[in-house]
């Protein structure tokens, strides 16, 4: 894929997340898609950060965006190559500090296939 569509891909993502949009989110990804998140993994140690298919999706940032309202990713850097989109960013919430992210896309057939989420 080129690196065209695969940032066009990111920066739709951004877009979804950012107007929490949650179906033009999950629109972005494959019906089996796989996510991994530091956070899933504190708030439901049960998932060991692993969710799995766009239910799962649904239910884990239908609860983020109710949780946090004011949630926001300012995009600071994006690589693209091959199948992966590296995205860092800079997470942003009322009332808590600014969190650098990284995470990673990896898209098949124009679908993001997996995520994962990377910060300290």
């Known amino acids: 894929m080129n690196p065209e569509t695969l940032q066009s891909i990111a920066f739709r993502w951004f877009d979804a997340f950012n107007n929490h949009n949650l179906e033009q989110l999950l629109s972005l990804y494959d019906e ?3 996510h991994f998140s530091p956070k899933l993994k504190i708030r439901k140690p ?9 239910s799962a999706l649904r239910e884990w940032w239908k609860e983020a965006f109710e949780r946090l309202p004011s949630l926001h990713y300012k995009v600071t850097s994006l690589t693209a190559n ?6 860092e960013y800079v997470r942003n919430v009322d009332d808590e500090d ?6 990673v ?13 990377y910060h300290g």
């Open 32 to 34: 089996e898609a796989k």
């Open 46 to 54: 049960e998932t060991n950060g692993f969710v799995e298919g766009k």
């Open 82 to 87: 091959g199948d992966r989109v590296f995205m």
């Open 98 to 103: 600014d969190m650098l992210v990284a995470e």
């Open 105 to 117: 896309l990896e898209v098949k057939d124009g679908k993001i296939i997996a995520s994962r989420v």
